[in-house]
């Protein structure tokens, strides 16, 4: 039971006959659940982690955590506490949310499926579902949220609870209480898919409390994922593991125990590729986020590495990078959030809910201590890069059409920097260097690949539509004669007034200007001394090396140290045209 740990309320335990009476402290909104759920006339069975788990007494919590997993399986049901509230505003924000979900049913849908897999499939993978913000009332969904106070549930701190997780996605029923207000779970699911997908489609649209309504929505999202995890096979008659994902969206939850970042969510994995271990509130974080790392690499999960690097620590608070100690740059700190989606190359491989590693023979994990050994195979040495911070394209700093001039500027700087390296008109791996430098500028685009096949906006273009667009984009942004660079004024502040009066071509420079923005801003631009291209993880340099881990699916950064034959990991990157290919002989490199 959540709450601030402040035990001013008293639970008596006992009958007084068999049992002695005792008093147990508690918190003010457990005992505000309990005489919500206590019925008048009959005896309820109820489940509090807070009443039934000593938690002063370490032996007793390892051995119930390690149990919840099956308490919360075998449940009839779990109630979802969000306090007290206050009837009229929640009633109006429950009704708000079973209107969206059935609006969002009706067109998405048809109905909602009797079978909780299927309803998982196809609130993950429905386009129909997915794509209703963007061929709908957006507006109209836009006004229901705030003018039913919706965001009065999704940012509730319930949602910011690491425990929550493991109960919400191992129920067999999950019903939402505030108050004398219910909502089923279900239906909750349902709108938050709904409200995520309006939010991720549209740059421009805003509703109260985004970040908890993301919260909130990679909840349900990841309750989807168990749930079809769970069961046979669904795609391409492979098994999902989202396990790794999981990890990934709810680091940065709330935890009264941080080495409970990892304990929590352990009960959530499937498939083969499981970590062992035990909880062990005795041992430091460090050393369970060490271990977990470790044992999640030997078992297949390369994707940990993904998750790491020097770039993720940068964005840790500074008093969390002060207690850290020493800790490998490989492992991931699970105590801070997730910053993958600053990537785009690594946000798009996460939405797409590519979860499964490539089907050919894996790295062997070797190293003791803080030292990982890893086999990879060397692309290049970085000749140069780039980086340069952005303004909020969404706010118009003082008179000045901020974001559209940094971002001009710098893709000049990048097309000048890659025309030194690039000698000939063909790519070193495939196809034209015009082409491999623009799909690197609009890797943001939902509709990328790694083949000769990109997009933007919404939409795919083929080799020769992508060189269409970028000449849309340099005739009308990047000359000073341009439409768009004329009126990059209201380009900042007025982006549907200036596409209502523009011509089909300069609507393409725009979209295609706002994908490059999006892409570029405040991740380093390279180049290799041999004309290759591409993307990389903040606090990338130039001298580091990029390489391709042996069964893994994105290359990573990897930077020499002052001891010879030691690296540390920088972070993930994308390099254009890079697709995983065999290697014959691999080398071992040593991480530390």
């Known amino acids: 039971m959540w709450g601030e740990p402040i035990f001013n309320a008293r639970l008596r335990i006992g009958d007084g006959t068999t049992h002695p009476l005792e008093e147990l402290g508690i918190t003010a909104n457990l005992a505000s659940a309990l005489r919500r759920f206590r019925l008048r006339d009959s005896v309820r069975v109820l489940w509090a982690d807070a009443v039934c788990i000593n938690q002063s007494d370490i032996q007793e919590k390892q051995t119930q955590v390690g149990m919840m997993a099956d308490i919360y399986k075998n449940a009839a049901q779990v109630l979802i506490w969000l306090g007290p509230g206050t009837d009229d505003v929640t009633h109006r924000a429950m009704d708000g949310f079973r209107d969206l979900a059935r609006w969002l049913t009706d067109r998405g849908l048809g109905s909602v499926p009797d079978d909780k897999s299927d309803l998982a499939m196809a609130l993950l993978f429905n386009k129909k579902f997915l794509t209703i913000p963007t061929t709908h009332s957006v507006a109209k969904i836009h006004d229901e949220v705030l003018e039913n106070g919706l965001g009065k549930i999704y940012a509730n701190p319930y949602f910011s609870r690491m425990w929550i997780v493991q109960e919400i996605a191992l129920a067999s029923r999950a019903i939402i209480y505030q108050g004398q207000c219910e909502l089923e779970w279900t239906t909750f699911a349902i709108a938050m898919m709904g409200l995520k997908a309006m939010v ?108 790491a690097g020097t770039w993720d620590r940068q964005f840790s608070p500074s008093q969390l990078r002060a207690e850290q100690r020493f800790l490998p740059s490989w492992v991931p700190d699970y105590r801070s959030p997730s910053a993958a989606r600053q990537l785009s190359w690594l946000a798009r491989y996460v939405e797409a809910k590519n979860y499964e590693l490539l089907d050919s023979e894996q790295t062997k994990i070797g190293g003791k201590g803080f030292i990982l050994e890893i086999e990879a195979f060397r692309l290049l040495r970085i000749f140069d890069c780039v980086s340069r911070e952005f303004p909020d394209p969404r706010i118009h700093i003082g008179g000045q059409p901020g974001c559209f001039e940094a971002t001009r500027e710098h893709v000049l700087a990048c097309r000048e920097m890659f025309k030194r390296v690039s000698k000939t008109k063909e790519y070193p791996l495939g196809g034209d260097a015009e082409t491999a430098f623009w799909s690197t500028m609009v890797t943001n685009s939902p509709c990328l690949t790694s083949q000769t096949i990109t997009g933007f906006g919404g939409m795919v273009y083929s080799a020769e539509g992508l060189r269409y667009a970028s000449e849309m984009f340099k005739a009308h942004c990047l000359d000073e004669n341009g439409e768009v660079f004329k009126d990059r004024f209201n380009v900042s502040v007025n982006r549907s007034w200036v596409i209502s009066k523009a011509s089909s071509d300069v609507v393409m420079a725009i979209v295609f200007y706002e994908t490059v923005r999006d892409t570029i801003a405040d991740v380093p631009f390279f180049v290799s001394d041999d004309g290759l291209v591409g993307l990389a ?51 071992t490199y040593s991480l530390f």
Request: proline share 6%; charged share 25%.
């Open 537 to 587: 993880a903040p606090g990338t340099k130039v001298g580091d090396i990029v390489v391709c881990v042996k069964g893994s699916a994105i290359p990573l950064v990897l930077r020499p140290s002052l001891v010879r034959g030691l690296y540390s990991l920088v972070g993930s990157c994308y390099l254009a045209g890079y697709f995983p290919f065999p290697i014959e002989r691999y080398q």
């Open 200 to 307: 991720d489609n549209r740059s421009n649209m805003f509703l109260y409390d985004e970040k908890m309504l993301r919260r909130a929505a990679e909840i349900a999202e990841v309750q989807l994922m168990f749930t079809l995890c769970s069961g046979p096979p669904r795609l391409d008659g492979k098994p999902l593991d989202a396990f790794g994902a999981s990890m990934r969206k709810l680091r940065g939850q709330t935890c009264a125990d941080d080495r409970d970042r990892i304990y929590a969510l352990l009960s959530l994995q499937t498939g083969d590729r499981t970590v062992h271990m035990k909880p062990d509130y005795s041992l430091p974080v460090n050393d369970i986020l060490l271990d977990f790392a470790r044992k999640a690499l030997e078992s297949g999960r390369l994707e940990v590495l993904y998750d």
